[in-house]
Protein backbone atom coordinates (compact mmCIF):
# COMPACT_ATOMS: atom_id res chain seq x y z
CA UNK A 1 0.00 0.00 0.00
CA UNK A 2 0.85 3.87 -0.13
CA UNK A 3 3.54 4.73 2.48
CA UNK A 4 4.07 8.44 3.48
CA UNK A 5 7.49 8.86 5.40
CA UNK A 6 8.10 11.31 7.89
CA UNK A 7 11.60 12.71 9.31
CA UNK A 8 12.63 12.75 11.81
CA UNK A 9 10.61 10.85 14.18
CA UNK A 10 11.87 12.75 16.96
CA UNK A 11 13.84 16.17 17.82
CA UNK A 12 15.06 18.05 20.51
CA UNK A 13 16.05 21.59 20.26
CA UNK A 14 16.51 24.71 22.34
CA UNK A 15 13.59 27.20 22.67
CA UNK A 16 13.88 30.04 19.69
CA UNK A 17 15.47 27.71 17.39
CA UNK A 18 13.95 26.44 13.88
CA UNK A 19 12.88 22.80 13.33
CA UNK A 20 12.14 21.66 10.10
CA UNK A 21 9.97 18.21 9.39
CA UNK A 22 9.62 16.73 6.36
CA UNK A 23 6.74 14.48 4.69
CA UNK A 24 7.19 12.43 1.47
CA UNK A 25 4.69 10.31 -0.22
CA UNK A 26 6.76 7.58 -1.30
CA UNK A 27 4.98 5.53 -4.18
CA UNK A 28 2.42 7.77 -5.54
CA UNK A 29 1.77 12.02 -6.11
CA UNK A 30 0.24 13.91 -3.53
CA UNK A 31 -1.45 17.06 -4.30
CA UNK A 32 -2.69 17.58 -0.99
CA UNK A 33 -1.07 17.38 2.61
CA UNK A 34 -2.36 17.86 6.09
CA UNK A 35 -0.29 18.72 9.00
CA UNK A 36 -1.78 17.88 12.29
CA UNK A 37 -0.68 18.47 15.88
CA UNK A 38 -1.60 16.04 18.93
CA UNK A 39 -0.45 17.05 22.40
CA UNK A 40 -0.65 14.51 24.94
CA UNK A 41 -4.34 12.64 25.55
CA UNK A 42 -5.64 15.31 22.93
CA UNK A 43 -7.21 14.71 20.07
CA UNK A 44 -5.88 15.38 16.57
CA UNK A 45 -6.25 18.35 15.48
CA UNK A 46 -5.59 19.91 11.89
CA UNK A 47 -3.34 22.63 11.72
CA UNK A 48 -2.83 23.27 7.67
CA UNK A 49 -3.66 21.79 4.44
CA UNK A 50 -0.17 22.01 2.47
CA UNK A 51 -0.99 22.33 -1.31
CA UNK A 52 1.37 21.55 -4.18
CA UNK A 53 2.76 24.66 -5.49
CA UNK A 54 0.50 27.03 -3.74
CA UNK A 55 -0.03 28.72 -0.17
CA UNK A 56 -0.91 26.38 2.43
CA UNK A 57 -4.29 26.45 4.09
CA UNK A 58 -4.10 27.46 7.68
CA UNK A 59 -6.71 26.54 10.26
CA UNK A 60 -8.07 29.13 12.74
CA UNK A 61 -5.92 30.02 15.48
CA UNK A 62 -2.35 28.30 13.78
CA UNK A 63 -0.14 30.99 12.52
CA UNK A 64 1.01 31.39 9.49
CA UNK A 65 4.76 32.86 9.88
CA UNK A 66 4.96 30.15 12.94
CA UNK A 67 4.38 27.11 11.22
CA UNK A 68 5.89 27.61 7.81
CA UNK A 69 4.58 25.00 5.32
CA UNK A 70 5.93 24.54 1.80
CA UNK A 71 4.56 22.01 -0.59
CA UNK A 72 7.16 22.13 -3.27
CA UNK A 73 6.48 18.96 -5.06
CA UNK A 74 4.01 16.37 -5.71
CA UNK A 75 5.69 14.02 -2.80
CA UNK A 76 7.06 16.75 -0.34
CA UNK A 77 5.85 18.97 2.18
CA UNK A 78 7.70 20.10 4.97
CA UNK A 79 6.49 22.18 8.10
CA UNK A 80 9.08 24.73 9.84
CA UNK A 81 8.09 25.47 13.43
CA UNK A 82 10.02 28.81 13.66
CA UNK A 83 11.20 30.26 17.19
CA UNK A 84 10.20 27.14 18.75
CA UNK A 85 8.92 27.48 22.26
CA UNK A 86 8.53 24.86 25.32
CA UNK A 87 4.25 25.57 24.25
CA UNK A 88 5.23 23.81 20.74
CA UNK A 89 6.11 20.77 21.44
CA UNK A 90 4.03 17.86 20.64
CA UNK A 91 3.39 15.53 18.03
CA UNK A 92 3.33 16.28 14.40
CA UNK A 93 1.82 14.39 11.75
CA UNK A 94 1.36 14.55 8.41
CA UNK A 95 -1.13 12.30 6.20
CA UNK A 96 -1.50 12.67 2.30
CA UNK A 97 -3.74 11.25 -0.45
CA UNK A 98 -3.24 9.86 -3.53
CA UNK A 99 -4.24 12.95 -5.83
CA UNK A 100 -6.28 10.35 -8.47
CA UNK A 101 -8.57 9.35 -5.10
CA UNK A 102 -10.29 10.52 -2.76
CA UNK A 103 -10.58 7.78 -0.08
CA UNK A 104 -8.36 6.84 2.23
CA UNK A 105 -5.57 9.27 4.48
CA UNK A 106 -2.18 7.91 4.46
CA UNK A 107 -0.09 8.82 7.90
CA UNK A 108 3.26 9.57 8.29
CA UNK A 109 4.57 8.16 11.91
CA UNK A 110 4.91 11.06 13.10
CA UNK A 111 7.52 13.92 14.81
CA UNK A 112 7.93 14.13 17.90
CA UNK A 113 9.18 17.56 18.81
CA UNK A 114 10.42 18.76 22.41
CA UNK A 115 11.65 22.10 22.82
CA UNK A 116 13.46 22.89 26.18
CA UNK B 1 -21.63 22.81 16.67
CA UNK B 2 -17.95 20.59 15.92
CA UNK B 3 -17.95 19.24 12.45
CA UNK B 4 -17.30 15.93 14.19
CA UNK B 5 -18.06 14.56 17.66
CA UNK B 6 -17.53 11.67 19.23
CA UNK B 7 -17.77 10.63 22.59
CA UNK B 8 -14.17 10.49 24.28
CA UNK B 9 -14.61 7.81 26.62
CA UNK B 10 -12.79 5.91 28.21
CA UNK B 11 -15.05 2.62 27.73
CA UNK B 12 -13.24 -0.12 29.76
CA UNK B 13 -14.69 -3.18 28.82
CA UNK B 14 -13.92 -6.65 29.07
CA UNK B 15 -12.53 -9.55 27.07
CA UNK B 16 -14.98 -10.93 24.79
CA UNK B 17 -17.36 -7.90 25.31
CA UNK B 18 -19.54 -6.06 22.63
CA UNK B 19 -18.70 -2.56 22.00
CA UNK B 20 -19.74 0.45 20.14
CA UNK B 21 -18.95 3.95 19.17
CA UNK B 22 -20.71 6.62 17.40
CA UNK B 23 -19.66 9.65 16.10
CA UNK B 24 -21.77 12.36 14.38
CA UNK B 25 -21.14 14.71 11.81
CA UNK B 26 -22.56 18.34 11.21
CA UNK B 27 -21.99 18.68 6.77
CA UNK B 28 -25.23 16.43 5.04
CA UNK B 29 -23.12 16.62 2.37
CA UNK B 30 -20.32 14.64 3.53
CA UNK B 31 -19.69 11.53 1.20
CA UNK B 32 -16.71 9.23 2.57
CA UNK B 33 -16.37 8.30 6.25
CA UNK B 34 -13.55 6.29 7.86
CA UNK B 35 -12.89 4.69 11.11
CA UNK B 36 -9.21 4.69 12.32
CA UNK B 37 -7.36 3.04 15.12
CA UNK B 38 -5.18 4.94 16.63
CA UNK B 39 -2.39 3.39 19.42
CA UNK B 40 -0.78 5.60 21.97
CA UNK B 41 2.35 7.11 20.34
CA UNK B 42 1.45 6.12 17.10
CA UNK B 43 -0.01 7.59 13.95
CA UNK B 44 -3.60 6.45 12.80
CA UNK B 45 -4.00 3.92 10.84
CA UNK B 46 -7.53 3.43 8.87
CA UNK B 47 -9.35 0.22 9.95
CA UNK B 48 -11.96 -0.02 7.97
CA UNK B 49 -14.22 2.89 5.02
CA UNK B 50 -17.90 3.16 6.18
CA UNK B 51 -19.79 2.36 3.46
CA UNK B 52 -23.72 3.21 3.18
CA UNK B 53 -25.08 -0.36 2.76
CA UNK B 54 -22.85 -1.32 5.93
CA UNK B 55 -19.87 -3.30 6.01
CA UNK B 56 -18.34 -5.77 7.97
CA UNK B 57 -14.86 -7.22 8.49
CA UNK B 58 -14.37 -9.73 10.66
CA UNK B 59 -15.35 -8.85 14.29
CA UNK B 60 -15.58 -4.97 13.44
CA UNK B 61 -18.77 -3.65 11.77
CA UNK B 62 -19.24 -0.13 10.35
CA UNK B 63 -22.55 1.29 9.47
CA UNK B 64 -23.96 4.86 8.06
CA UNK B 65 -26.70 6.64 8.82
CA UNK B 66 -26.88 9.70 6.81
CA UNK B 67 -30.61 10.76 8.28
CA UNK B 68 -28.98 10.66 12.03
CA UNK B 69 -25.93 11.71 10.30
CA UNK B 70 -23.94 9.65 12.36
CA UNK B 71 -21.29 6.72 11.66
CA UNK B 72 -21.04 3.40 14.37
CA UNK B 73 -18.48 1.21 14.75
CA UNK B 74 -19.28 -2.29 16.48
CA UNK B 75 -16.47 -4.52 18.00
CA UNK B 76 -17.50 -8.14 19.07
CA UNK B 77 -16.01 -10.30 21.33
CA UNK B 78 -12.99 -7.96 22.35
CA UNK B 79 -9.48 -8.52 22.30
CA UNK B 80 -6.98 -7.04 24.47
CA UNK B 81 -5.09 -6.06 21.68
CA UNK B 82 -8.18 -3.96 20.23
CA UNK B 83 -7.09 -1.49 23.27
CA UNK B 84 -6.51 1.87 21.03
CA UNK B 85 -8.28 5.15 20.27
CA UNK B 86 -10.76 4.76 17.77
CA UNK B 87 -11.25 8.06 15.18
CA UNK B 88 -13.48 8.75 12.44
CA UNK B 89 -12.62 10.90 9.76
CA UNK B 90 -15.51 12.73 7.55
CA UNK B 91 -13.26 13.10 4.49
CA UNK B 92 -14.75 16.17 3.20
CA UNK B 93 -12.57 18.33 5.39
CA UNK B 94 -10.10 16.20 7.27
CA UNK B 95 -11.33 16.73 10.66
CA UNK B 96 -10.84 13.69 12.95
CA UNK B 97 -13.47 13.31 15.73
CA UNK B 98 -11.70 13.47 19.29
CA UNK B 99 -11.52 9.76 19.87
CA UNK B 100 -12.93 7.19 21.56
CA UNK B 101 -10.52 5.78 23.74
CA UNK B 102 -11.52 1.80 24.37
CA UNK B 103 -9.64 -0.05 26.83
CA UNK B 104 -10.15 -4.32 26.93
CA UNK B 105 -9.39 -5.38 29.96
CA UNK B 106 -8.81 -9.60 30.72
Known amino acids: GAVVSQHPSWVICKSGTSVKIECRSL??????MFWYRQFPKQSLMLMAT?????????EQGVEKDKFLINHASLTLSTLTVTSAHPEDSSFYIC????????????FGEGSRLTVL | RKEVEQDPGPFNVPEGATVAFNCTYS??????FFWYRQDCRKEPKLLMS???SGNEDGRFTAQLNRASQYISLLIRDSKLSDSATYLC???????FGAGTRLTVKP
Open chain 1, 95 to 106: SARDSWSTGELF
Open chain 1, 27 to 32: DFQATT
Open chain 1, 50 to 58: SNEGSKATY
Open chain 2, 27 to 32: NSASQS
Open chain 2, 50 to 52: VYS
Open chain 2, 89 to 95: VVNNDMR
